[in-house]
């Protein structure tokens, strides 16, 4: 099992920056990649980034390149996704997610264990 809290999320002005974390227990050869994911109402969930735990390489999606980042501390257990440059359009309910290094690291249905969410909120 693998348990995945999340924390840091809140209300923020456009232009404004927010840094979500992710503290992760439980089986590790369960959670060898991360992923962050949002969904925001009426729409479907949507692939943010990803990162592995082992070399830390990091994908994102082309909406939040450039302006996400997404980190991890193995000390920790813990993934952030730092998030600069904040949109309206980023608002959404974030969620982090662990897979266990199967299938596209994209795609939500590949994540086993999920967070309960953290509400970010971008005003204009």
């Known amino acids: 099992q693998v348990q995945l809290v999340e924390s840091g999320g809140g209300l923020v002005q456009a232009g404004g920056s927010l840094r979500l974390s992710c503290a992760a227990s439980g089986r590790a050869c369960s959670r060898d990649v991360m992923g962050w994911f949002r969904q925001a109402p009426g729409k479907e969930r949507e692939f943010v980034g990803y990162?592995?735990?082992?070399?830390?390489?990091?994908f994102y999606a082309d909406s939040v390149k450039g302006r996400f980042t997404i980190s991890r501390d193995n000390a920790k257990d813990t993934v952030y996704l730092q998030m600069d440059s904040l949109k309206p359009e980023d608002t959404a309910v974030y969620y982090c997610?662990?897979?266990?290094?199967?299938?596209?690291?994209?795609?939500?249905?590949?994540?086993?264990?999920w967070g309960q969410g953290t509400q970010v909120t971008v005003s204009s």
């Open positions: 990162i592995t735990w082992s070399f830390g390489s990091t």
């Open positions: 997610a662990a897979n266990s290094g199967r299938g596209y690291y994209t795609q939500s249905k590949n994540y086993n264990y």
